[in-house]
């Protein structure tokens, strides 16, 4: 789906970095993909939704059988809980993440890899923020920004909540002005950098120049929120 900041200059900047290093997408970052998609499917076949947005090296197709993956987890908490994960009120989380990192994986790779979950949100919680239309709602912001620029698992799962939002440009409008915020936690964060150089790295080691145009776009992505950082919050 079309994503809800798209015409951002962040986002534009940030998925055409991505379009390009995808272009030379890994057999272990599709394997990853390949291997959430069975999870999220045999895991709503228990009766369990959930739904991914992966993010790091195989969200840009970069992964290694080394690499480890970093995700958001999206659950439907128990008992119609509407408030954020985690929380001593819902054990759906711990449930998913110690049947995902501590018996799937295992399970189904002989290397096994490092899964941390960065961020869930609670389904519940969202639908509410989304009737709401509260545009300084966390869960609400964040929902956007991953749909902006991860790449999703399960995508089914998180459509309904995507379009709502999409129907509602009045406050995709008003959420605008704070994805300053969340651009300026990731783009300053020493991770993201380090990321970056290494996908160039990646590329070198197989022999893949990157043009210019690229490198530029490259600096340009990790000085662009502090260039507009009092255009936001």
Avoid at 30 to 59: C, H, T, W, Y
Avoid at 71 to 95: A, I, K, M, N, W
Wanted: proline fraction near 5%.
């Amino acid at each position: 789906m079309i994503p809800p900041f798209q015409d951002h200059p962040l986002v534009e900047e940030f998925n055409e970095l991505k379009k390009y290093f995808r272009q030379h997408e890994t057999e272990a970052s599709r394997r990853r993909i390949k291997q959430f998609r069975s999870f999220a499917r045999v895991i709503a076949e228990a009766g369990l939704p959930v739904g991914f947005d992966v993010m790091g090296s195989v969200n840009f197709g970069l992964a290694t059988e080394n690499s480890d993956v970093d995700l958001v987890l999206y659950v439907v908490c128990e008992d119609g809980y509407e408030g954020e994960c985690p929380s001593p009120h819902c054990r759906t989380q711990q449930y998913v993440e110690n049947l995902l990192i501590h018996t799937w994986i295992r399970g189904i790779s002989d290397s096994p890899y490092p899964v941390q979950v960065v961020d869930c949100i609670n389904l519940n919680l969202l639908k509410r923020d989304l009737e709401k239309g509260d545009p300084e709602s966390s869960c609400l912001l964040r929902f956007a920004f991953y749909r902006s620029v991860c790449r999703g698992v399960n995508a089914r799962l998180l459509r309904p909540y995507h379009k709502a939002l999409l129907e509602n440009q009045e406050l995709v409008e008003k959420m605008k002005p704070y994805l300053w915020t969340l651009f300026d936690e990731l783009v300053k964060s020493s991770k993201h950098n380090y990321s970056l150089m290494k996908y160039q790295d990646r590329l070198s080691q197989l022999g893949i120049g990157i043009p210019q145009s690229i490198l530029g776009r490259i600096r340009g992505h990790l000085d662009q929120s502090r260039r507009h950082h009092g255009d936001g919050i």
